[in-house]
């Protein structure tokens, strides 16, 4: 069923009016098969106008990922990218790390990428979910072999976070900022996030499966299931980006910069991620996974990516925890 609901979607996204006959025979299904369909539509967060009973039309479809826009939108080799395009999946992040677990990915030569128009249970930090709807987001997952063991990784989130920064000025998109560890924010909305899962392979090999999300177009629902406040690309720039084309940027730029941690690591990259700091010399507080929150100021970070937090004790480096802005008291 979930075949011919997308096949039905694609079949509307040229924005015109078609009836539910018209749709059976080119899809070839029977004329129930589709009601059926339809009617399964609203819950992928889709509302299509009905006319004259039995004809319907998607007025803002999406713009549907495509490998080969993707990839031809790259400055590289295509043949270093193997991307695979699910209308929907779980999580791309669980996808690539289930196939890692069975020896799928891991060792080959091109790099292993996931993309979904919808995902059903989408991984944030600290357990969270990541809400997004159909297409109104990118979210994909990247698989990256390090020559390297877990613990010389760190600071490897950051530095995807500045390779999406950098991304984002190159599409005219200013004033984005990183909050550390590995969000980044327009104007303290957030408007993409990361997640980074490590596994070990063998003596100092391990394997990243890195999954990024940025918010292109959410819908009034997706904000509203949101707990902390948010923001998308075209409530920023007030147009319609080209998501293939940013994805494919994104993918050079990724492959570019994880070359350069690989070789110099974190440090190298320490500078340019203050400079994007959005909470640089801010009060905040870090509110720690055991609960505990810690009260202090950004004073910059490590050669680790560990935050450096000036507080009543001293200087202190912290490695993991949540940041949120110190409001004045009245």
């Known amino acids: 069923m979930n075949q011919l609901i997308f096949s039905i979607l694609r079949l509307l996204s040229d924005g015109k009016f078609y009836s539910d006959v018209s749709i059976a025979e080119q899809l070839q299904c029977s004329h ?7 009617k399964q539509i609203d819950n992928y967060g889709v509302n ?5 009973e ?3 039309r998607w007025e803002t479809p999406i713009q549907w990922l495509n490998s080969d826009s993707i990839l031809s939108s790259t ?3 295509s043949n270093f ?17 289930n196939n890692l677990e069975n020896r799928q990915i891991g060792r080959c030569d091109c790099i292993p990428v996931v993309a979904a128009e919808l995902q059903t249970n989408g991984r944030g930090r600290i357990g969270r979910n990541w809400y997004s709807g159909l297409g109104d987001s990118l979210t994909f997952s990247l698989g990256w072999r390090f020559e390297q063991s877990i613990s010389s990784l760190s600071g490897l989130s950051l530095t995807v976070g500045i390779a999406i920064i950098r991304v984002l000025n190159s599409f005219s998109i200013q004033n984005v900022s990183l909050k550390w560890p590995n969000d980044i924010l327009f104007d303290h909305y957030k408007l993409a996030g990361v997640l980074i899962e490590l596994r070990r392979e063998i003596r100092d090999v391990s394997y990243a499966v890195i999954g990024i999300g940025i918010n292109f177009n959410l819908s ?5 299931a949101i707990t902390q406040q948010v923001t998308d690309l075209f409530a920023i720039t007030g147009k319609y980006i080209d998501r293939n084309l940013l994805f494919g940027a994104l993918l050079s730029e990724l492959r570019s910069i994880l070359m350069s941690f690989e070789k110099y690591g974190f ?3 320490k500078k340019e991620w203050i400079s994007y700091h959005g909470y640089e010399g801010k009060n905040i507080y870090l509110t720690l996974p055991n609960n505990l929150v810690i009260e202090g100021i950004i004073d910059g970070i490590n050669n680790d ?6 507080t009543s004790t001293g200087r202190n480096f912290y490695n993991v925890g949540d940041v949120s802005i110190r409001t004045k008291q009245p």
């Open 220 to 224: 009034e629902k997706v904000k509203s």
């Open 81 to 97: 990218f193997n991307i695979k395009i699910f209308d929907l999946i779980d999580s791309t992040n669980n996808f690539l790390l």
């Open 48 to 52: 299509l106008t009905k006319h004259c």
């Open 32 to 38: 129930a098969e589709v009601l059926n369909a339809i």
């Open 75 to 77: 400055c590289i080799n």
């Open 54 to 56: 039995r004809n319907y």
């Open 305 to 310: 990516g560990a935050l450096s937090l000036k």
């Open 267 to 269: 440090a190298h990259f």
